[in-house]
C-alpha cells in the first residue's frame, strides 16, 4: 500500500485532543473523539493492506497477527513496565489492586470488558487509572482477531458482496449503539459490539477505494475537518456516545481520508505540515504514554495539577512518546533491516505476555499489598462507615414503597421528630440512632444521595424522573403534617448546593424550576429561596426545625491523606484541612442560616482548632472519605447531640 503522509496528519489530528483532553483543558471537552478517528483510520489501513496482499496471493493470518503484534506489543509492554514501577512507589493497596486486574486484562486484550465492569470512563476516579485508555486497544485487538478470517471468508465464497455484508455489520453495529446509548451508557461506550462500525466505516472507505483514482475535493475535505473540529470543540461528556453523533468525527474521518489525497487542496497540505507527520507518526506510543503520565501525577500530588503543569506533561508526552518510536516501536516492526527474528520476536511476547498477567494475578490475590507504602490496620480499620446504608439510605427514592423510612433509636417508643437529608445524614445516623437509644426515644430517619432538604428546589445530580428529590420534600412535609410531628432535623453537605468543593468543581447544581440549569448563582438563589419556603412551611405547622451545619469537609480523602503522611513524614494534622478554608467555603451558607435565625447545631468546634480541622490523629481516622465521618467521627459528637436533644427536643 502507498504511504500517504495526510494519514499520518489525521493520526496526529486524533492524538493532540486525546491529549489535551486528559490534560483538563476545557477548550478540548470533546477531546475523546480522537479515539473514534483513530477506529477510522485502522479499519481503512488494515482493510487496505489485506485486500493487497489478497489480490497478489500473499496473504497469511500468521503474517498479519504477527505484524500486528510488532506494531501493538513492544511499546505498550513497555509503557506497562514503567507503571509498575510507579504503581509500586505510589500506589494506595486498594489502587495496586486495581491496577493488578488491568495488567490482566491488558495482556489477554480484554481491558475493555474490564473497565466496563469497574467504572465510567468520565467519572473522576477514571482518571487515576493509568492503563483505563488501552480499552481502545482491546477494541482494535478484538477487531483483528476476527476481520482476517472473515475478509478470507468473504473473498472466498462472496467477494461480490463485500460491501454489502460490511454495511450489514456496520449499520447493525451502529444502531445497536444509538439503543445502547440510552440505557446502557457503560456497556455501550466500552464495548466491541457497540464500536465496530466505526472501524468498518474505514472498511468500507478502503473497499470502495480500492484502486479508483479520486481527484482531491477540498470542499468536502474541508467539511470533514470542520465535522472533527466541531466534535472537538463542542461535544462534551454529557453526549450520549457512541450513537448518531458520533458520525461526526467517523463521517469527517471518511471524508478527509477520501477527498485529501494530493498536493493541491488545503487539508491535504495542511495535514502534510512536516511537524504535524511527526506527531502522526509518534501518535500510537503518544496515545500510550498519556493516560499513565496523568494518572500517575494525580495519584502522587494531593492537590489538581495546574494548567501549566499539565502542559508541560502533555509536551513530556510527545517527546517521551518520540524515544518510545525510535527505541522501541521502529526495531521491532517487520521489515528487511528488523534485529529481531521472528521467533525471537514471540517467545518475547509470550514471556511479556506470562510475566504480566503473573503479576497482575499475583498483585490481585494479595489484595494490592505489594506496594513500597502500606498504612497501618490501626488506622485503616477506623476508616469504616455506618453498615445501615443499605436498609436506611435511598430506601425509595422512586417514591413507590410504603416503608419509606427508618425508625431509629428506642424503636418502642413513637417517634416525635424526623432526621432527614442527603448522604451527610447517613453519616449522622450513628450519632442520633446512640443519642435516641440513650435517651430512650425514638425519630424517623429518611434520607437519600445529593437530595437537599429543602421545599421547592430540583436537583440536577441525578435523572429526576427516577431520582425526583422535590417530590421527596414534599412527601416529608405531608408525612409530618400526617404524623403531627413536632420537630425536624434538617442533615445536608449544604455547599454542595451553593459553592461545590474547594476549587468550586465539587457542585450539585439545584434550581427552582426543572430545567437542569447548571449555574452557581442559580443554584445560591435556589438555595436561599429553598430555605426560606421549608421554614415558612414547617413553622406554618409548628415544627421545630433544626439545622445540622455542615461537618469541616477535607480537601482530599482520609485514606489519601494518611498515605501522604506515611509517604512525605509530615504528621497527618500538618496536611489536613486549615480552618481558615473551611470558614470561607461556609460563608454564604452560614450567612444565609443567621439571617433567617435558624437554631442551628454545629459540630465545626469539635472538629477543629483555630486553625486545623484534623482528619484525625496517628491512630484514628475521623473521617470515612473527605466530607463524611467515620464511625469513630460519629461517636466524637454523641456527647453534644445528647446535650442539644436534652435540653431543645426532650425538655420536661
Known amino acids: 500500500m502507498k504511504y500517504r503522509s495526510e494519514i499520518d496528519g489525521l493520526r496526529a489530528l486524533a492524538v493532540i485532543p486525546v491529549i489535551f483532553y486528559h490534560a483538563g483543558f476545557e477548550l478540548f471537552k470533546g477531546g475523546f473523539v480522537g479515539v473514534d478517528v483513530f477506529f477510522v483510520i485502522s479499519g481503512y489501513l488494515i482493510t487496505s493492506i489485506i485486500l493487497d496482499e489478497m489480490r497478489n496471493k500473499e496473504f497469511s493470518l500468521i503474517n498479519f497477527y504477527e505484524r500486528r503484534a510488532r506494531r501493538i506489543l513492544p511499546a505498550l509492554f513497555f509503557v506497562m513496565l514503567v507503571s509498575i514501577f510507579f504503581a509500586w512507589n505510589w500506589m494506595q493497596p486498594m489502587q495496586m489492586k486495581n491496577f ?12 475493555n470488558i474490564l473497565f466496563w465492569l469497574e467504572t465510567g470512563y468520565f467519572e473522576e476516579i477514571s482518571e487515576e487509572k493509568p492503563l483505563l485508555h488501552t480499552w481502545s486497544l482491546a477494541v482494535e ?53 457497540f464500536r465496530i462500525w466505526e472501524i468498518f466505516f474505514g472498511s468500507i472507505t478502503a473497499v470502495m477505494t480500492k484502486d479508483k483514482i479520486i481527484r482531491d475535493n477540498n470542499l468536502l475535505s474541508t467539511i470533514g475537518l470542520i465535522a472533527i473540529l466541531f466534535s472537538i470543540f463542542f461535544f462534551d461528556e454529557t453526549i450520549r456516545f457512541p450513537s448518531f453523533y458520533t458520525l461526526f468525527p467517523v463521517l469527517g474521518s471518511v471524508l478527509i481520508i477520501i477527498f485529501a489525497n494530493n498536493n493541491k487542496g488545503f487539508v ?10 511527526g506527531i502522526g507518526l509518534v501518535s500510537y506510543s503518544a496515545y500510550l504514554w498519556q493516560q499513565p503520565i496523568f494518572a500517575f501525577v494525580k495519584i502522587r500530588f494531593l492537590d489538581e495539577p495546574s494548567k501549566f503543569i499539565m502542559f508541560l506533561l502533555s509536551i ?41 498477567t503473573t503479576l497482575g494475578l499475583y498483585g490481585h490475590f494479595q489484595k494490592g499489598n505489594i506496594v ?5 490496620p490501626t488506622i485503616t480499620e477506623t476508616i469504616v462507615r455506618s453498615n445501615k446504608q443499605s436498609e436506611c439510605f435511598g430506601k425509595d427514592f422512586i417514591h413507590k414503597r410504603d416503608d419509606w423510612y427508618c425508625i431509629i433509636g428506642d424503636k418502642t417508643i413513637k417517634p416525635s421528630l424526623v432526621v432527614f437529608g442527603d448522604s451527610h445524614a447517613l453519616s449522622f445516623l450513628p450519632t442520633i440512632d446512640t443519642s435516641l437509644q440513650q435517651l430512650g426515644e425514638s425519630a424517623y430517619f429518611i434520607a437519600t444521595h445529593a437530595c437537599p432538604p429543602l421545599l421547592n428546589i430540583h436537583s440536577f445530580h441525578d435523572n429526576q424522573s427516577l431520582r425526583n428529590c422535590n417530590k421527596l420534600n414534599e412527601r416529608v412535609l405531608n408525612f409530618i403534617k400526617v404524623n403531627d410531628i413536632k420537630n425536624i432535623f434538617l442533615v445536608a453537605r449544604w455547599t454542595y448546593y451553593t459553592d461545590g468543593g474547594y476549587d468550586g468543581n465539587d457542585f450539585s447544581y439545584i434550581a427552582l424550576e426543572n430545567k437542569n440549569i447548571k449555574n452557581k448563582d442559580v443554584s445560591r438563589n435556589a438555595f436561599k429561596v429553598g430555605i426560606e419556603k421549608t421554614l ?22 482520609a485514606l489519601d491523606l494518611y498515605f501522604e503522611s506515611l509517604r512525605s513524614g509530615d504528621s497527618v494534622q500538618n496536611i489536613s484541612l486549615k480552618r481558615s478554608d473551611h470558614d470561607n467555603l461556609q460563608n454564604f451558607v452560614s450567612s444565609i442560616f443567621e439571617n433567617k435565625n435558624i437554631d442551628l447545631l454545629d459540630f465545626t468546634d469539635i472538629f477543629c482548632t483555630s486553625e486545623i480541622c484534623a482528619v484525625g490523629d496517628e491512630l484514628n481516622s475521623l473521617y470515612y472519605d473527605d466530607d463524611h465521618l467515620s464511625l469513630s467521627g460519629s461517636e466524637l459528637i454523641v456527647k453534644p447531640t445528647i446535650n442539644y436533644l436534652k435540653s431543645n427536643i426532650y425538655s420536661k
Open 536 to 557: 415558612a412551611s414547617y413553622k406554618k405547622l409548628g415544627v421545630k426545625l433544626t439545622v445540622i451545619t455542615q461537618i469541616p469537609q477535607q480537601k482530599h480523602k
Open 316 to 356: 513530556f508526552t510527545l517527546l517521551i512518546a518520540t524515544f518510545s518510536w525510535k527505541y522501541i516501536e521502529k526495531p521491532f516492526r517487520q521489515n528487511k533491516n528488523s534485529p529481531i527474528s521472528k521467533k525471537n520476536f514471540i517467545l518475547f511476547s509470550i514471556i511479556g505476555i506470562f510475566f504480566f
Open 100 to 111: 493488578s486486574q488491568s495488567l490482566v486484562a491488558v495482556s489477554i486484550f480484554s481491558s
Open 141 to 193: 485487538e478484538q477487531y483483528y482477531l476476527f476481520f482476517p478470517i472473515l475478509l478470507l471468508f468473504i473473498w472466498k465464497f462472496g467477494r461480490k458482496k463485500i460491501i454489502s455484508i460490511f454495511l450489514t455489520i456496520l449499520i447493525t453495529s451502529l444502531f445497536l449503539s444509538e439503543y445502547t446509548s440510552r440505557f446502557y451508557k457503560e456497556a455501550n461506550f466500552y464495548l466491541a459490539p
Open 268 to 277: 491535504t497540505k495542511f495535514l502534510r505540515i512536516k511537524l504535524i507527520v
Open 372 to 376: 513500597k507504602y502500606q498504612i497501618s
